[in-house]
């Protein structure tokens, strides 16, 4: 698969069956992570990975069948005490929290798992359930695992390339 076929297979999946996610692919997973770039390398995130009981828990931080079903799901937090901010005061911890999760649900979709990102959840009791400090941010939810059977992927619908690039 080159860059295109994987990021066209990528699509949210909001319906998993109980197939679990390996220790393996989870550690790719991760690894990719990891190599994620970010403003002046500062590497303000922090990836929670929450499975089985303890995402039981979780079940009011996002009330959806996904987070039901979900065999696990990664929260992806940033630190704005450790994040880039730019002379004028600009704060780049969204945008490096952006590029993690997408190395995240690009590696993911690379091993045959499905994803969705998920940023409508309750902040304030996802921050209470991990026990954050005012300074971390939980911003992107990563619920991860297999389709159901017969599950056909969401159709794409694109802007068209014309409408968001300008050749000066
Ligand atoms: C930053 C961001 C936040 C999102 N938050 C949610 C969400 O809270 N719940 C949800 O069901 N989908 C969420 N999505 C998924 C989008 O709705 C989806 O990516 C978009 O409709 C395009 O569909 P596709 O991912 O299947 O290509 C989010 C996507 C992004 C990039």
């Avoid at 600009?90 to 994803?115: F, L, P, Q, W, Y």
Wanted: with cysteine; proline share 5%.
């Amino acid at each position: 698969m080159n860059l295109l076929e994987l990021i066209t297979k990528r699509y949210s999946e909001r319906r998993y069956s109980s197939q679990q996610v390996t220790d393996d692919d989870l550690s790719y997973i991760l690894s990719c992570a990891n190599m994620a770039p970010s403003a002046v390398n500062k590497q303000p995130w922090h990836i929670y990975v929450i499975r089985g009981e303890k995402l039981l828990q979780f079940g009011d931080v996002y009330r959806r069948e996904t987070f039901k079903e979900a065999p696990l799901c990664l929260v992806v937090t940033g630190n704005h005490a450790q994040s880039w901010h730019r002379s004028d005061g600009k704060d780049h911890c969204d945008i490096d929290i952006a590029i993690v999760s997408d190395h995240i649900i690009m590696a993911a979709t690379e091993r045959g798992i499905n994803t969705c990102w998920v940023c409508n959840f309750d902040v304030p009791l996802c921050k209470s359930l991990l026990q954050l400090s005012d300074d971390e941010e939980p911003m992107v939810l990563i619920p991860m695992g297999y389709a159901l059977p017969g599950t056909q992927p969401n159709p794409k619908k694109r802007k068209d390339l014309n409408d968001i690039v300008t050749y000066l």
